[in-house]
T-cell receptor
Framework: QKEVEQDPGPLSVPEGAIVSLNCTYS??????FMWYRQYSRKGPELLMY??SSGNKEDGRFTAQVDKSSKYISLFIRDSQPSDSATYLC??????????????WGAGTKLIIKP | DTEVTQTPKHLVMGMTNKKSLKCEQH?????MYWYKQKAKKPPELMFV???????INESVPSRFSPECPNSSLLNLHLHALQPEDSALYLC??????????????FGPGTRLTVT
C-alpha cells in the first residue's frame, strides 16, 4: 500500500461545477497537507496547505483535512477552464534537524469543459 | 517575489556529453532541492541542500552531481547520462532549517532529453 493514494483521473467536469479532489494517507506522522497545481510542462505551484483537521478557504479553493479518517480534499468552486491542470497532494513529514520531506500523491488530472 | 528560475528550459544531450542545469532564487531561502519528474508521475526528490551543504542525497547515481555555489544558486552537473534519465528536472526552494521548510516553491523545470 502506498503512503499516499490519489486517483490519477482524468476528472472531467463542466465549467461552473464544484470540483472535489481527494487523497488518502496511511502515515499518522504526517503533519502538513499540501496541494500543488501543475500545468502541462510547468513546475508545481503551491496552492495552499493545512496543518490541523478542518477547513481552510482561499478564494474559490477550500482545503479540508480529516485526520481521524486520514483523508484530505480540495474543493474548487465555480470551476473555470483555466483550472484545468494536474493537482498533486503532498504530505509533509518532519525529519531530523528541521528538514521536511514531501510524500506526493500521483496527481489527479482535472479537465474543465467550457 | 516567489520566483525560482531555471535554465535552460530545454536540453538535448548525447550520452557522452557533459552539461549543467542552473537554478536561482532570490527569496532568501536557505534550502534548495532538485527533483526529477517523469511524465504523469509526481516529482521524485534527488538532492537537498540546507545552508549550502548537501543534507539529503536520495541514492542518486553519480552521473548526477549537484553543486551549491552560494545561497541563491544551485547547479546540477550531468555526465554520461542514459536515455532513461530523460525527464523534467525541477528545482525548488524553501525557507530553511530555522524556519518552516515545507513550503517549497518550484521553478518551471528543465526538460531534458538524452539521445
Amino acid at each position: 500500500q502506498k503512503e499516499v493514494e490519489q486517483d490519477p483521473g482524468p476528472l472531467s467536469v463542466p465549467e461552473g461545477a464544484i470540483v472535489s479532489l481527494n487523497c488518502t494517507y496511511s502515515n499518522s506522522a504526517f503533519q502538513y497537507f499540501m496541494w500543488y497545481r501543475q500545468y502541462s510542462r510547468k513546475g508545481p505551484e503551491l496552492l495552499m496547505y493545512t496543518y490541523s483537521s478542518g477547513n481552510k478557504e482561499d478564494g474559490r479553493f477550500t482545503a479540508q483535512v480529516d485526520k481521524s479518517s486520514k483523508y484530505i480534499s480540495l474543493f474548487i468552486r465555480d470551476s473555470q477552464p483555466s483550472d484545468s491542470a494536474t493537482y498533486l497532494c503532498a504530505m509533509v513529514m518532519r525529519l531530523e534537524y528541521s528538514n521536511y520531506q514531501l510524500i506526493w500523491g500521483a496527481g489527479t488530472k482535472l479537465i474543465i469543459k467550457p | 517575489d516567489t520566483e525560482v528560475t531555471q535554465t535552460p528550459k530545454h536540453l538535448v544531450m548525447g550520452m557522452t556529453n557533459k552539461k549543467s542545469l542552473k537554478c536561482e532564487q532570490h527569496m532568501g531561502h536557505r534550502a534548495m532541492y532538485w527533483y526529477k519528474q517523469k511524465a504523469k508521475k509526481p516529482p521524485e526528490l534527488m538532492f537537498v541542500y540546507s545552508y549550502e551543504k548537501l543534507s539529503i542525497n536520495e541514492s542518486v547515481p553519480s552521473r548526477f552531481s549537484p553543486e551549491c555555489p552560494n545561497s541563491s544558486l544551485l547547479n546540477l552537473h550531468l555526465h554520461a547520462l542514459q536515455p532513461e534519465d530523460s525527464a523534467l528536472y525541477l528545482c525548488a526552494s524553501s525557507q530553511g532549517a530555522d524556519r518552516v521548510s515545507y513550503e517549497q516553491y518550484f521553478g518551471p523545470g528543465t526538460r531534458l532529453t538524452v539521445t
